[in-house]
């Protein structure tokens, strides 16, 4: 089942008409892995976002306005 979900996300990937992140909870089985259990699920899936999407943290203001 692992092998055809990734080659589904594999071929999704390259269209331009779908947005694929993945997580496959076999590769993070052991404890001391930082993306183990839904926390790292949720880390894993968030982080792929911006490399997805053409993510420009420009808009992010860094100077205090005091």
Known sequence: MSYVCALLVRSLRGTDSAVTISFF???????????????????????????????????IDTEDEQ
């Open 25 to 59: 909870c076999g590769l993070h089985i052991i404890n001391n892995d930082s993306l183990t259990g839904l926390v790292g699920l949720m880390r894993s899936l968030i982080s792929q976002i911006p490399s997805v999407h053409d993510f420009n943290p420009d808009f």
